[in-house]
């Protein structure tokens, strides 16, 4: 027996609680019918430009795991300079790491300078300017002799991550290593390699420390000793 035939007059047809739903343009049903959102029990629903939402990457579930395990860098944040005075990391740098790798590519300065490493304790309120950094580099320059250049600094202001001056247009590449950056003791150490692209191609080493609180330190800024950061990206990871 096949199912009688109703007339819509006799449907509750619309969008309140009991209705039976209308659908709409390309048989879909109209949006303010989805509870959409990134809360629970809500649909996620995709931007104009086909995107999803915002959303805490800690709620998604069934991902792999990290690769590698102990050792693996989690990256935290990239900033992009553009003639900025410095360059700052306030967030992210604690205890939730052993370790952390700051990666910078192509720092170019807009005028000549070295480049600059200095601390906070205060999470970016302030940096240390004071002479408790104690550093040494070794320069290997190229050419048809290549030589070492030793040299470092026992009081110094910041750290020296690039060793030499860069005119406008050389760049310094440079991964520097920060240690334990929660530890309560005097010295938080750090541990640099890289080189300068210039008419020598320097490749650099070196390492130091700073002495001067037992307080841990949660922020870091980069700068040229002479003018502002031209150009170049700086990277933090997490290292498990």
Do not use: C
Not at 115 to 123: D, E, H, I
Not at 129 to 154: C, F, I, K, T, V
């Amino acid at each position: 027996m096949p199912f009688p035939r109703i007339d819509n007059d006799m449907l509750n047809i619309g969008a309140i609680a009991g209705d039976i739903p209308v659908i709409g343009a390309g048989n879909k049903l109209p949006n303010f019918l989805i509870d959409a959102g990134v809360g629970a029990n809500k649909f996620l629903q995709l931007d104009g430009s086909a995107r999803l939402p915002a959303i805490d990457a800690s709620l998604l579930t069934n991902l792999p795991g990290s690769i590698g395990g102990s050792g693996s860098l989690h990256l935290i944040e990239t900033q992009i300079a553009n003639n900025s005075v410095n360059v700052d990391f306030t967030t992210g740098i604690g205890p939730t790491y052993e370790a952390h790798l700051i990666r910078v590519i192509n720092a170019e300065p807009l005028a000549s300078g070295s480049l600059r490493l200095q601390v906070s304790t205060s999470g970016g309120a302030s940096y240390r300017g004071d002479g408790n950094y104690h550093w040494s580099n070794a320069e290997l320059r190229g050419g048809n002799s290549p030589s070492w250049n030793m040299q470092g600094n026992l009081s110094s202001a910041s750290l020296d991550v690039s060793v030499r001056t860069l005119a406008t247009g050389e760049v310094v590449s440079v991964d520097i290593l920060l240690y334990r950056p929660f530890f309560t003791g005097n010295k938080k150490v750090f541990l640099w390699e890289g080189a300068s692209i210039d008419s020598g191609y320097n490749r650099i080493i070196g390492g130091g420390h700073y002495n001067g609180t037992t307080s841990p330190i949660n922020a870091l800024r980069f700068f040229f000793s002479s003018g502002d950061i031209a150009s170049g990206t700086f990277k933090l990871y997490g290292i498990s």
